[in-house]
DNA sequence: AGTGTCACGTTATTTTGTTACACGATTGCG
DNA sequence: CGCAATCGTGTAACAAAATAACGTGACACT
């Protein structure tokens, strides 16, 4: 096994129920919400969450959708640049987008270098209506 | 006096306090921050604050940081494009920087289109090191 | 046995943000 | 004028999000 690369077997107990709801989920969930969720599992506190989250997050598994304050699953675990991401949000569904953009991504890092700034996170996030909404 | 850029003078007083506040402080301040810091003018509740702030940002005096749910003021107010602004946060002094490319705006407006989105507003932080720690 | 590490569990606390309700000032309008 | 509508304000209570502090058990390694 990859030391770098998690896949769900490499997941604790509490890490793949965590899991497991985000993958469930078809939108973001708050870690409140999966607490509730796992309830039945035998969470009991939010640190139980948050901890797999952590955990999760710094796998490559699941990102952090900061302007929401709620969690994704990644649609593409085992690429390389979880730094370098982006998500559609739209306000109307709720449904999150994951978009891996390689120009963007140089270009952020250009920008960065340009100011002479270390990057190491980028958080980029666009709220709208999505294609499907504004049909509707 | 135009009737969508707002000055100063336009500000309610507890907009102008606000406002004043996060002009002084050379970061980013949290809510609560504010708060504490406008208890002598006679802030009381965590609500005042966010009414301000929520037309602050409304008339683009403000900008909210929301990996740091924090707030700060816009540095070049008055310009129009307020949905598309980046930020590079140092991680270890504290400092924001505003960014304004239009290179980034444009490619994120078309990130967008392509993918049917109608695109309101663009969340970019970029976290990292400035190059005043690097130095350091 | 001793040590270090890691995940886990529990309680309490802090930080952040919102809901609900009421009051006063202003504006617009019949 | 009188009256509704709007807007900013004030206060209290509350909900949501995140962390601090402390302790336990499992496991590996010496």
Redesign the interface.
Known sequence: MNEHVHTTQDLTKNQSLVMGALSRSDGPLSAYTILDQLRDDGFRAPLQVYRALDKLVEFGLVHRL??LNAFVACRHPGCDDHETV?F?I??TCGQV?E?S?N??AK??KR??TD?????????????????AC?AA
Request: with cysteine.
């Open positions: 900061e302007s982006a559609m739209c306000e987008n978009i953009d120009t963007l270009q952020l920008l960065a100011a002479g700034f270390a990057l190491k996170k980028s958080t980029v996030e666009l709220r709208g209506i999505c294609s504004a």
